[in-house]
């Protein structure tokens, strides 16, 4: 892969690599030597805004094919050679589970977020979280993340997908005619754009429950402005049979 050269910082003048950077084909190799290691690509942005610029348009990119091929390509199968909200918010978004410790998306629910070591998520699993006449867009959903016995709240899972071409959803489209409301102060944890509330625009269907193993009453998700989705589930408790089934 050829990478056009920088090397100096482009961003900023008082930037202290003055003497000039590494070239970008350098930095490329030796990265994809390290396979791509997302907390060294996050420790190399916070060197100066031209190694972070390198990051968001290179690095974090390599990061996420690695990872989920066949999903990146399916989201870069539009024509377009980036994905909305930017490849560093979806790397985040594979290995990351926001949690919830602010109060202000899930009322006074408190789980930190917390990295994952890998997780699937589905383009079929999707379709359950979309209204059906909604079903031709393309949302990839993760499996929950399960957070057990928290009390009062029971078994909580957390979920997150991304949307293919969110601008041209139906989904998008849906909001917009129902005149949903931005959740006034909270913002997407992977891209800090302004989310809806598929609760309130009562656009979550009764399959999701299905899908997450979750009780219907007890699910709620958000989808930014990037098509970035999260949400959350009280979990049902596992049957009998189950239950056995694991232990043997």
């Known amino acids: 892969m050829i990478l056009t050269k920088q090397y100096r ?8 690599c003055t003497k000039g950077h590494l070239s970008e084909d350098v930095i490329f190799l030796v990265f994809r030597q390290l396979n791509w290691n997302p907390k060294l690509i996050a420790a190399l942005s ?28 399916d989201l870069q199968s539009c024509g377009s050679h980036s994905v909305d909200g930017n490849w560093r918010a979806l790397g ?22 917390h990295f994952v070591y890998r997780t699937r998520f589905s383009r079929t699993s999707g379709k359950s979280f979309l209204l059906p006449h909604c079903r031709t867009d393309v949302l990839y959903v993760s499996d929950p993340c399960e957070h057990l016995d928290q009390g009062d709240d029971g078994d909580v899972g957390f979920f997150r997908g991304v949307f293919k ?14 005149g949903a409301q931005l959740h006034p102060t909270a913002v997407c944890p992977y891209c800090k754009a302004k989310m809806w509330s598929m609760l309130q625009a009562n656009m979550v269907p009764l399959t999701a429950s299905c899908k997450l ?11 930014c402005l990037n098509g970035h989705m999260l949400g959350i589930c009280t979990l ?13």
């Open 9 to 16: 910082c482009v961003h900023s003048s008082s930037c202290q």
């Open 46 to 73: 916070c060197v100066c805004k031209w190694f972070d610029d390198l990051a968001k348009r290179v690095l974090w990119k390599e990061f996420c094919k690695t990872r989920a091929l066949k999903m990146m390509l």
């Open 92 to 113: 985040k978004l594979l290995i990351y589970c926001s949690g919830c410790s602010g109060g202000r998306l899930f009322n006074s629910i408190q789980i930190p977020g």
């Open 165 to 178: 071409s969110f601008m041209v959803s139906k989904v998008r489209r849906m909001l917009i005619d129902r």
């Open 213 to 223: 193993g979750a009780y219907e009453d007890s699910i709620e998700y958000y989808v």
């Open 236 to 248: 049902l408790p596992l049957s009998y049979s189950e239950e056995a089934s694991e232990s043997e």
